[in-house]
């Protein structure tokens, strides 16, 4: 046990070297070539994929959003000799980030921008947005921006539950466990980049839970030891980081991956934002979705269907006209619903039934009803669960 | 109960009725002749004895030279303005404001004889220039005039007139004023200072009532245009600040002397056909129509009276009102031939860019001579000239200068042919900016002058041509084709201006991308900087090809 505990550990800092390599090797691909055109006097390109909607296909097989093969070259011009040599500038940054083993956000990379003179962002947003290039850029080579050492600004849920997080002192690189079931009536919170995690667990399944009142009562009261689950708290629509550490997570042995199943409020919000987003990514960031999202989750509930089994009518809310706008175009325009049957045919229930529920409506019947029998009762059948 | 109004009789009536002499009129009508206000008073006083100055000085083939100062009167006598309050039976203060200035304007021109000098400063409508169709400046001979009157008006001092013929003779002073009643001159001699040193030429000293305002439309603006229009003239200006502004002369060439031509039958209105007839020296309407108009030949002669029906024996004095109508109505039957336009002295080409130069700081400066042309039967000839760039304001209107017969016309912009043409010109076509119902936009003056025997104005002041079709036509003509002009300049300018701001641009951010780079593919300087050289003349090459 011991053995092969230092031998995993080795390979957790390999693994982790090998692929901050492999980045700085990209980096430097994509730098000699343009070097390599401007010594043969030709004109230097990038190509980046078009980061429009027209231009997001969804991919059944793989079950998320996916980038089409639209291409948008950016060759340099008098028009483009600004952004094309802040974008090299962030790659030199990015670098730079990977070798000193350090991270910017956002934020911080605009600041940094300030010390180029000329070529600094006056505002914000043109820094992002160039940074969005440089994402989309390295995306297609398979490299994330959060390998690029750029993290979003804000970090991920809580978790709670049967799970040891194995992290690394950021400084040492000492490898450090962390048992998501010690920390009492609080939680272990998810980084702003969780590539570098290793997860050890015996969990049955992950438990993606839309609101922080029920994460909470569920972890008060160890639901995740009498269900041998892991509870991740999404708070609405998931961060980067939250998606890509419940895939993660659910990947980690190989297959068969860990089942992960969303409970969230019953409304159109939550189905076509929240667990559409969780579960294929976002359309505007489809160029990233494919590390971002969990295409094996599926949706425990509350279901329409849910309102009527457990006698909830009288605790639920008129849908008001945004949901019921939101619902439709969900079924007109989003490819994932009209590729769904099954989620059709909910969404139509909900519009016909005219109402939503929350997920703490339960607490109609009893404050702990959501896990004595409803939770429980689901889950015997995990097959009826919406895909 | 009914009460009975009595009305006048005619013989009441008479008793009330009586002539009213023209200075009393103009009195009364001051604003006619551009005194309306104390500001505008000023400008008019100048302009009219410059107008003056600069005809006589021409007309002498003398090199203008015209001294022009206003100075205030620091002691103001409340009694004296009344005059002319009093005279409208009005108690409002109407020249709110008014200093008491003291204007005086002196040209070094041929001067006037003795017997002469009561008569111009002391009548109204007595001169030269109206009897005859010659293009000069004054036209109706009211201008001068109606400056001392209004002085006379307002502060009750006479004019002061010094002339001198020639160095050989004697200087006069007169004081000279006007009778209102008669519209006769009051003149009397003025001593002259045994040491006082009077040169050749006219000087005019008025005492008005006035305000002097700086710039916009005043004597320094009115002094200024004038440059512009006689770059052969030098103008001292001393403000009532004591400032002085001196206009260099730019060119030593005298317009060429503009002949005096009879009026063409077409121009004639019928009351000045019935008036030339009875001041006529022929003895039959034949000759009457042969002498005193031109382009009629013996010939076109007997048409004319062919249309009227008239039989050329007849003495015009004797033609009666009808036979007048008819005869007006044979002219417009018969075709005629153009009038002569030998008769006009146009500024030209050069002179205007040169008297345009001086006066205005620019880069481009482009101005085009319209051939001679007629407007019912009057000769005229429109000038343009535009100067562009430079030093004048890039983000305002553009500044439109208007001359007829080389006078420039400051006031009813508005009313006048010339901004017509200048608002209907489409100077996009000429890459400049223009929004619509606008003069253009941008670091542009705008010169137009209309030469003519017989300008048309809209009002006596003189201040905005009429709208002829004619006119209008050949502005915009004239506008058309320095406009072209201008927008080649400005096009190469700013391919020009965009290309360095590109090169510039490119040469900004290009040691970025050699930065980047290096810091990348960890280069050498060397090899950065060659990577960067390489690189402009990449960009140089494919914008080329653009």
Known sequence: ?387 | MIRKTKYATAEEMAATQREISVAEFFAKNRHLLGFDNPAKAVLTTVREAVDNSLDACEEAGILPEIHVEITPVAAKKEGQQLLLEGGNGSKKKGFGGADRLIVSVQDNGPGIVKEQIPKIFGKLLYGSKFHRLRMSRGQQGIGISAAALYSQLTTGQQATITSRTSGRSKPHRFRVGIDLARNAPEARDAEIGEKEEVPQGTKVVLEIEGRYQKHGKSVDEYLKETAVANPHARFVFKDPDGATTVHERASKELPAPAKEIKPHPYGVELGVLINMMRDTGSRTVKGFLQTDFSRVSSQKANEILKHAGISEGYHPKTIARDQADRLYEGIQQTKLMAPPTDCLAPIGEKQLVEGLRKEFEAEFYTSTTRPPTVYRGNPFQIEAALAYGGKLPAEEPAQVLRFANRVPLLYQAGACAISKAVVQTSWRNYNLQQPKGSPPIGPLVIVVHMASVWVPFTSEAKEAVASYDEILKEIKLALQECGRRVGIHVNKNRRALDEARKRSHIEMYLPHIGIALQQILKLSDAERDRTCTDLKAILEKTRKVN
């Not at chain 1, 045919?345 to 702990?368: C, T």
């Open chain 1, 1 to 387: 046990m011991a053995a092969k505990k230092k031998q995993e550990k080795t390979t957790t800092r390999k693994g982790k070297k090998l692929r901050d390599g492999l980045v700085m090797d990209q980096i430097t691909d994509v730098a000699g070539g343009i070097h390599g055109t401007i010594g043969k006097r030709g004109s230097p390109r990038l190509d980046f994929p078009a980061r429009s909607l027209s231009n997001v296909v969804y991919d059944e097989k793989q079950g998320y959003f996916e980038i089409g093969k639209q291409k948008i070259e950016r060759t340099l011009t008098y028009n483009t000799v600004k952004t094309f040599a802040q974008t090299l500038r962030f790659m030199a940054l990015s670098k730079e980030l990977v070798e000193r083993n350090d991270f910017a956000t956002k934020r911080d990379a605009y600041y940094q921008s300030k010390n180029w003179g000329e070529a600094r962002f006056d505002e914000q947003t043109e820094s992002d947005a160039v940074m969005d290039d440089v994402e989309a850029l390295f995306s297609t080579y398979n490299v994330s921006r959060e390998e690029l050492r750029f993290y979003p600004e804000e970090h991920g849920g809580a978790v709670a539950g049967e799970l040891v997080v194995i992290d690394a002192d950021p400084e040492t690189g000492t490898e450090i466990e962390i048992d998501c079931t010690k920390f009492g009536s609080g939680a272990y919170s998810i980084p702003s980049s969780v590539e570098h995690l290793r997860f050890r667990t015996d969990a049955k399944f992950i438990l993606a839970i839309e609101t922080g009142g029920v994460f909470q009562r569920l972890n008060y009261h160890k639901y995740w030891n009498k269900a041998k689950c892991i509870l991740v708290e999404l708070s609405g629509v998931p961060t980067r980081a939250t998606r890509r550490f419940i895939r993660r997570l659910s990947e980690h042995r190989g297959k068969p991956f860990l089942p992960v199943y969303a409970f969230t409020d019953c409304d159109p919000y939550a189905f076509a934002n929240i667990y559409r987003t969780l579960k294929v990514g976002s359309g505007n960031a489809a160029h990233i979705s494919r590390f971002f999202c969990v295409p094996q989750a599926t949706f425990l509930g509350v279901t329409p269907q849910d309102i009527i089994d457990h006698k909830l009518m009288d605790a639920t809310h008129k849908l008001q006209d945004v949901d019921i706008k939101r619902a439709k175009d969900a079924l007109k325009n989003d490819p994932f619903f009209q590729m769904q049957p099954k989620w059709q045919k909910a969404v139509k229930q909900q519009l016909s039934m005219g109402v939503r529920a929350e997920q703490q409506a339960f607490a109609k019947w009893d404050l702990n009803y959501v896990m004595d029998k409803y939770l429980p009762q689901k889950l015997k059948n995990p097959k009826s669960f919406l895909p």
